[in-house]
Nanobody, 123 residues
Framework: VQLQACGGGLVQAGGSLRLSCAAS????????MGWFRQAPGKEREFVAA????????SYADSVKGRFTISRDNTKNTVYLRMNDLNPEDTAVYYC?????????????????WGQGTLVTVSS
């Protein structure tokens, strides 16, 4: 599967953005999907993940209550709605997918990665 992320941009603190990640192919519903991010000078970190059907989600503590991951299997797309953004959320955001049924918070559990989209939050 090929993943294409978009939706990043510059936003003021307290603002919102919605990232999208479109997948090629007809088996999107067979992929657990996740979002990760990497800030300048830092390691890549888990943000959120969602099960095959969307019935189960997992979030990093730092984004819980502010970010929402969702998916539309009819559109082969996973979303990340980000509210109440703060400068610490500034990073390149990557979508990732894997055919495992486990909703993992670990980046090396995901075999497929998008190219990343930059989110910059100004104070």
């Amino acid at each position: 599967v090929q993943l294409q992320a978009c939706g990043g941009g510059l936003v003021q603190a307290g603002g919102s953005l919605r990232l999208s990640c479109a997948a090629s192919g007809r088996t999107f519903s067979s992929y657990v999907m996740g979002w990760f991010r990497q800030a300048p000078g830092k390691e890549r970190e888990f943000v959120a993940a969602i099960s095959l059907s969307g019935g189960f989600t997992s979030y990093a503590d730092s984004v819980k209550g502010r970010f929402t991951i969702s998916r539309d299997n009819t559109k082969n797309t996973v979303y990340l709605r980000m509210n109440d953004l703060n400068p610490e959320d500034t990073a390149v955001y990557y979508c990732a997918g894997d055919t495992s049924v486990i909703v993992s918070r670990v980046d090396y559990d995901y075999a497929y990665w998008g190219q990343g989209t930059l989110v910059t939050v100004s104070s």
